[in-house]
């Protein structure tokens, strides 16, 4: 997979992201339709993200004979966090790819007036044990003001999640949004499918894809 690499941040240039972000900008395309495509983007996110998580060696029988194996090493626990409620378009995908891996939503809602995020769910623990075993792959669809994703990642951080152990994983970024996460978390990995061009005033994405919730939930006011 042909990617670009600056920093921290990885751009996955793949026809199929070209092909499915054309396919959820447009505003036309239906509901399912956008769901289809963001759920074909988030596996190829995932594969990326996930392309460095530590293995360990077994041996299997085969119908034929002993071979030795490498499947994820079991001392590492693995955490979706996806941000509600876009990011459960990239959680459902992702536990789909790895099953074991344990699903920690974090709710903000971004206020309208402000653009600052407020919360209202964590299902993450009070502090986190051995997080040098711990690798966490914080999911939403959109980094617009960075606010959210900004938030996200304090809470891992202050939780005992080490930076080298996290991941963000977003469908559509915006320069604003990831020049305030990398200011302030230089050594976090970002993985994105697209850097678009700006934000708007009322902190949107241009030209960016709309309500990413809206859109997925087919919650338009019309
Ligand atoms: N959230 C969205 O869903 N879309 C944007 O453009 C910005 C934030």
């Known amino acids: 997979m042909k990617k670009i690499v600056q920093n921290n941040i990885t ?14 900008r447009d505003k036309n395309v239906s509901s399912d339709g956008f769901k289809n495509s963001m759920k074909r983007l988030a596996t190829i996110l995932i594969l990326e993200a996930t392309k460095d998580l530590p293995l360990k060696n077994y041996a299997v029988e085969t119908p034929i004979r002993q071979c030795n194996v490498k499947k994820l090493d ?49 299902k993450t623990p009070v502090k986190y044990d051995n997080p040098e075993k711990i690798k966490v792959f914080i999911l939403d669809p959109m980094i617009a003001t960075g606010n959210s994703g900004h938030a996200a990642v304090s809470l891992f ?9 996290l991941a963000f994983v977003s469908i559509l970024s915006c320069p604003e949004g990831l020049q305030l996460l990398c200011k302030d978390f230089p050594d976090l990995k970002i993985i ?4 678009d061009e700006c934000l708007n005033d009322r902190g949107y994405i241009v030209p960016g ?14």
């Open 11 to 24: 751009v996955v240039n793949h026809p199929l992201c070209e092909h499915n972000l054309a396919v959820i």
């Open 74 to 122: 079991d001392n590492y626990k693995i955490i979706f966090a996806p941000i509600l409620r876009a990011g459960l378009a990239i959680s459902d995908v992702a536990s789909a790819i790895i099953p074991e891996a344990s699903i920690q939503h974090v709710g903000m809602y971004r206020d309208e007036t402000t653009l600052e995020p407020v919360w209202y769910y964590d």
């Open 157 to 165: 951080l202050k939780k005992g999640i080490l930076i080298e152990n």
């Open 192 to 195: 994105t499918a697209q850097v």
């Open 209 to 222: 894809l709309g309500d990413a919730g809206d859109r997925l939930f087919n919650t338009f006011e019309k």
